[in-house]
């Protein structure tokens, strides 16, 4: 158990601790490390015990309403002997067991054990903020908040799940699904829980504890709405700010990061507020303009970092080791570097305006799924203005439009074809299809559609989709992963079922506009507290790396990795290199391909050797 505690240490650096525990022959052993937050004393310490010993708990994350819920709990009698939210927690727990779970406002994952009955009980938050893996080997079942930790703790060494590294590099999937990159060791998916009995070595199937309601209301008008969601994002970040050690948050520009620094300061008028930005310096992704008007409404204590190739180069494994398995982009760089400037300054916990797309129509607005509903409602006419006036914003196209509402009424070989005509090829030759198939791996694309059908709603289901099921779950893993690096704690107050089923309740068109505007009714809802410039907006970038020119920039070093021999029959590598060489000269496109095989190369190599 040691041995594990250390690969996470990052996690909790303030406090460790395990017990063992013997039931009926069987043993349980409870880790964990601690990133002090909430009461720093050490009545926070964990493993911690119910009062009546009845129950023991592990647990990762915060619960922001945990003096409301305390209050609540000590008016039943229960008295308390900390501060802490995990003391809530499990008094909560004793007092009203699972129906516990829809009265947190928070990120959690945790482990409680109840002592009378034997049985372990694990939890993971409607979203999957706080990670959550484990593993059922010969009888003992693992469990950790990274996988480097359940690799301490395996008798038998990992081996590659080649399905989902299929996956990833033709397609650029991952964490669309229970499994993982390693084998036979799953994720608990988000809003799920699961149940392991130590007598019996029986592990149950994941549950859900929580199912999203996206049932439509028709009782608001558009700026009664606009002004309920004002209160619950306010009210969200008061929630968010509670802290006993210093707190800043990460600003793009954009408008969600915006949002979130700007009501920082309507809610906490007098308290400092320190931002942390990625700054692209000399590219037309740059968004230091932005950030700084956003910095000078506040008055925030304005952090920069900019990053070079050579940068990306000297940190590069270490930022693959901390994500644990590959990823989609050098964009992640941009988040691993801000993290790293902000404990650099002294800061523990962040707010991160993550999140936001997903529960707004953000990106470029579902243009498919909107017209999808709108053709399902009969409204004929009024979904080709719509598409009309979406292809006019930046970065987008009536061609693109027309694909994306296309995609929506086919599957199968049709998607395939439109994949071609964009250049993606699904059968690559550097990639060895027979030697896949021998191994039972699906050689298509795998990624799970959306499993909500509801007709007149597609906007809605494929929002509520990414939230809770796949889309939001690769996102979160990025930021928990590159904060946890550093010791800090990233807080998404978008992200609570609050805000979520409010905005899931909505008609379509109060989250993207006939004019194709996303995010609507919070552009409306931030009016007054979010300078009209950022409200305004028709771009945006986020934080992007120009990863073109960092690959190409390096492209001697990175080809010398991948002509690496690291074991891989699906791989045909003298055909890899082949294509890599076409792309630095410039007779083949760069696409971020070129990223994938680097990334999977270097961890790959990291994670088996």
């Not at 644990?324 to 988040?335: C, K, M, V």
Request: glycine share 8%; net charge neutral.
């Amino acid at each position: 158990m040691k041995s594990a505690l250390l690969t996470i240490q990052h996690r909790g650096p303030n406090d460790s601790g395990y017990e063992i525990t013997s039931v009926q022959g069987s043993s349980l052993v409870l880790g964990h490390t601690r990133l002090s937050i909430i009461d720093l004393s050490s009545a926070g310490h964990q493993p911690m015990y119910s009062h009546d010993r009845k129950y023991s708990v592990v647990f990762n994350g915060e619960i922001y309403n945990y003096r409301e819920l305390r209050g609540e709990l000590s008016a039943h009698g229960y008295v308390f002997r900390s501060d802490s939210d995990t003391e809530v927690l499990l008094t909560a727990w004793q007092h009203w067991k699972e129906a516990s779970l829809s009265r947190f406002v928070g990120m959690f994952a945790f482990v409680l054990f109840d002592h009378e009955r034997g049985t372990i009980t694990c939890v993971r938050d409607p979203f999957g903020i706080k990670p959550f893996f484990y593993t059922y080997e010969r009888g003992d079942f693992i469990f950790a908040s990274e996988v480097p930790a359940i690799k301490a703790l395996k008798k038998s060494k990992v081996e590659l799940n080649w399905q989902r590294a299929h996956d990833y590099l033709v397609y650029g999937d991952y964490d669309t699904k229970e499994q993982t990159f390693f084998k036979n060791v799953f994720h608990l998916p988000p809003g799920h829980i699961i149940r392991y009995n130590i007598t019996t070595e029986q592990l149950s199937a994941p549950e859900p504890w929580y199912t999203p309601c996206i049932e439509e209301r028709t009782d608001l008008s558009f700026a009664d709405a606009a002004d309920e969601l004002r209160e619950r994002f306010l009210t969200s970040i008061r929630l968010h700010l509670r802290s006993d050690v210093p707190l800043g948050a990460a600003l793009s520009g954009g408008l969600d990061s915006s949002a979130v620094v700007c009501a920082m300061r309507h809610v906490e008028p007098e308290m400092p507020i320190h931002t942390f930005s990625y700054i692209a310096k000399g590219s037309s992704l740059s968004e230091e303009h932005w950030a700084d008007q956003v910095n000078q409404h506040v008055g925030a204590h304005a952090n920069k970092v900019v990053v070079s190739p050579s940068e990306l180069i000297r940190d590069l494994d270490d930022m693959i080791s901390v994500q644990g398995e590959p990823f989609g982009s050098t964009s992640i760089y941009a988040q691993y570097r801000v993290y790293k400037l902000a404990k650099e300054r002294g800061i523990t916990v962040t707010l991160d305006g993550q999140g936001a797309d997903e529960m707004l129509a953000g990106y470029n607005g579902y243009a498919g799924q909107r017209v999808r509903s709108l053709i399902e409602q009969g409204s004929y006419l009024r979904s080709a203005r719509f598409l009309n006036n979406w292809a006019k914003w930046p970065g987008r196209s009536l061609k693109w439009g027309v694909g994306s509402a296309l995609g929506q009424f086919s599957s199968g070989r049709f998607n395939e074809v439109l994949r071609r005509m964009a250049g993606k090829d699904s059968n690559p030759s550097w990639l060895n299809t027979g030697v896949l198939a021998e191994a039972n791996v699906e050689c298509q694309n795998t990624r799970r559609l959306c499993s909500i059908d509801i007709k007149g709603r597609r906007v809605t289901a494929e929002l509520a989709a990414s939230l809770h099921y796949r889309g939001l779950q690769h996102l979160l893993r990025h930021g928990d992963r590159n904060s946890m690096r550093f010791s800090i704690e990233s807080r998404v107050p978008f992200l609570n079922t609050n805000m979520t089923e409010f905005l899931l309740s909505m008609p379509e068109h109060y989250l993207i506009s006939d004019t194709g505007e996303t995010k609507h009714i919070f552009r409306a809802a931030m009016r007054g507290i979010v300078p009209d410039s950022i409200l305004n907006r028709r771009d945006k970038v986020g934080f992007e790396t120009p990863e073109k020119d960092f690959i190409l920039g390096n492209a001697a070093v990175m080809r010398a990795w991948l002509a690496e021999d690291i074991g891989l029959p699906f791989v045909v590598r003298d055909n890899l290199l082949k294509e890599f060489d076409g792309v630095v000269s410039g007779n083949i496109r760069y696409s971020s391909q070129v990223w994938r095989w680097v990334n999977f190369y270097r961890w790959a190599l990291n994670s088996f050797s």
